[in-house]
């Protein structure tokens, strides 16, 4: 943990750091995703710092990524990757989950009502007060990320919950499309509303429970070690900041 922190400081002070922040006030929060993976590999130090501040957390996830190119070999990857996704869920004491069975690579293609109505749904059984999604653009450009972000924030106007979005900072972007040739989509200092302190630990661990995904794939470990012990985030909707 503290070589992802020393890491992360130098990619990070090569601009001027947004100060550190509070996580925002809620008594449940709902992560809506694309893939199983994305609440580890993504939200996974999010949705820890979240609980351990007595929040409950809950994950929707749109698909079970059976598309991946990473253990594409295995004809079971499906049914693999939901054992790993309830197993990550475990680790990040994530209240409860759903994972569904739209298909991976197509998300985009899937009415977009549909999808909101799932969001809708859920969050009225887990009794969300926030959400949490990827950032316009879902990261690194998959239309799948973009698709579950729309859900939420179409959910979101529906419903007035505040929105949260995960985002990369921009130097981090670049850094990493650089060194590993990743499309991450970074944000500017200016467009960050909230930075944040966080643990690893549990993050690490559910990663590691993603192993047809996580094996051989340095982007996760990297992506961590640039960023060492901060998240940043920004207002989709709701917010002190938001447009």
Known sequence: MDRLGRQGDRVLERSERTSVTALPRAASVLAVCAHPDDESFGLGALLSAFDEDGIKTSVLCFTRGEASALGAEREDLASVRAAEFEAAARVLRVRRQRLLSYPDGALAGV???????????????VGA?????FDEGGITGHPDHIRATQAATRAADADGYPVLAWAVPD???????????????????????????????????AIACHRSQSAGNPVPRRRMEMTGLTEWMRWLRGGPTAQ
């Open 129 to 133: 007060d926030l959400l949490l999604a």
């Open 171 to 205: 130097e981090v972007a670049r850094a990493l499309n650089e060194e590993l040739g990743t499309g991450f989509l970074g944000r500017r200092r200016e467009e960050i509303d909230l930075v944040v302190t966080v643990d690893r630990s549990r993050q690490i661990q």
């Open 111 to 125: 009415d977009l009502d549909e999808l909101v109505a799932h969001v809708r749904r859920f969050g009225s059984e």
